[in-house]
Every structure is written in structure tokens, then in C-alpha cells.
């Protein structure tokens, strides 16, 4: 049980480059979220969904798109990367239908991105 | 706005020693949980305490909703909980479901032999 994981790890862009984080979780939750973290902070929500083939905008949604075509996965996409986009991304999950009262997320290691 | 507020901003403890940290939250919550993120950035579930009390070996936590905040206890600091404890709520439900955390700032504690 590998619970969240995120690729790659760690990678460094050109503006106007882009890319996509991937996301994968082997807990069969509804919920998948995608948060970014800069210096001294806590994290903010990007984007979430609530289920397959379902996206909605979080807190700070601007120069981001994503994508969930299957329930385990959830992709992050910069179409055009800018400086101000250098963070540290976080993919989070919550809630299974077999506990509906139960709504912790559980937090992959992060991917630590840096747009020149 | 909404609020989350950590405190202390910064903690150094000798080894051994114990410590509470606190979070206030300005609006009713559905969920509070606590994290500690280690030196290495990885963020590790502690606690997921909408109400009461919880322990897990050296740490235990304890939310008062109606007062609206909640405290962690460190007992017998290791150089091992060194790093950033952030308190986060879920004051919304998202559209359609799934919750919103907003976290604190975080207290970032320092373990010295």
C-alpha cells in the first residue's frame, strides 16, 4: 500500500516551457487535491475533484489545468511556466465510501519544481 | 477573513523536554488535523481531531470546537520532531463535495541535544 505518490520528485523548467505532475493513489478515495507550498508557508489548494472525470478550481487556480480520466490518477499541467510558479507541489486524497464520515487527506512527498 | 493562527512561530527545546503547541481558528470547522512536515519536506499525518482528545505515543492532541482551537502536547522531545508543525481546518465543503484545508503558518521546532 504505497498510499499518495507523485512523479518526478524534482525538475527545473525554462519560462514558457511546460509539464505535467503526476499523481496516483492505491486507497480507492473519491477526493484528490492539488496544493502548492512556498517559503514559510502553508499550503494552498490549486485544484480539486470529486470524483472521476470531475475538476473544479481551488484558491489558486491560475496557470494550472488538470485532469482526472481515472479514479486513482490526478494530472497537473503548466502549460506555460512562469518564475512565479516555482514551489513545492503537494498532491493530497480523502474519503472512501466505505467510511463517509471519515474525510482525513493523506499528502504525497511533494514535487520540488523551478522555473527559470 | 478566515483564519488559522499558530502559535509559537519558533520553539527550540533541549532534548527531552516537553512542549505544547497551539491553533486558533476563527470559524466553526468540520475536521482539524495535525501535521509535521521533517527537514526533508515530507508531510506526515499526527492527527485528524474535529473534537476531543487523541494520543499516539509521545504526542497527543486535544480540540475544544466550541472554543475553537486546539493544542498538540510533545512530550519527551527527540531530535527526531524537529521540523514545521502545521495545524490545518476544513471550514468549507467544496462544490460537490470534498473539503478545503486551509493551514496555519506552522510552528517550526528545533530539538537540541
Known amino acids: 500500500n504505497a498510499g499518495v505518490t507523485q512523479t518526478p520528485k524534482f525538475r527545473v523548467l525554462k519560462t514558457g516551457q511546460s509539464m505535467t505532475l503526476l499523481c496516483a493513489q492505491d486507497?480507492?478515495?473519491?477526493?484528490m487535491y492539488w496544493y502548492r507550498q512556498d517559503p514559510g508557508m502553508g499550503l494552498r489548494l490549486i485544484h480539486y475533484s470529486v470524483g472521476e472525470g470531475t475538476t473544479a478550481k481551488g484558491e489558486v487556480p491560475d496557470g494550472y489545468n488538470v485532469s482526472r480520466l481515472k479514479k486513482q490518477n490526478f494530472l497537473l499541467g503548466l502549460e506555460s511556466a512562469a518564475p512565479s510558479q516555482t514551489s513545492v507541489y503537494f498532491c493530497a486524497s480523502s474519503y472512501s465510501m466505505d467510511n463517509p464520515s471519515y474525510n482525513e487527506q493523506f499528502f504525497g512527498p511533494g514535487t520540488r519544481l523551478t522555473v527559470l | 477573513g478566515i483564519q488559522v493562527e499558530q502559535s509559537p512561530p519558533d520553539l527550540i527545546l533541549q532534548e527531552g523536554a516537553n512542549s505544547t503547541l497551539r491553533c486558533n481558528f476563527s470559524?466553526?470547522?468540520?475536521?482539524l488535523q495535525w501535521f509535521h512536515q521533517n527537514p526533508w519536506g515530507q508531510l506526515i499525518n499526527l492527527f485528524y481531531?474535529?473534537?476531543g482528545t487523541k494520543q499516539n505515543g509521545r504526542l497527543s492532541a486535544t480540540t475544544v470546537a466550541t472554543e475553537r482551537y486546539s493544542l498538540l502536547y510533545i512530550s519527551s522531545s527527540q531530535t527526531t520532531d524537529s521540523g514545521v508543525y502545521f495545524c490545518a481546518v476544513d471550514f468549507y465543503i467544496l462544490t460537490g463535495g470534498g473539503n478545503k484545508l486551509t493551514f496555519g503558518t506552522g510552528t517550526q521546532l528545533k530539538v537540541e541535544l
Open positions: 481531531i474535529p473534537s
Open positions: 486507497m480507492n478515495h473519491e477526493y
Open positions: 470559524d466553526s470547522v468540520n475536521n
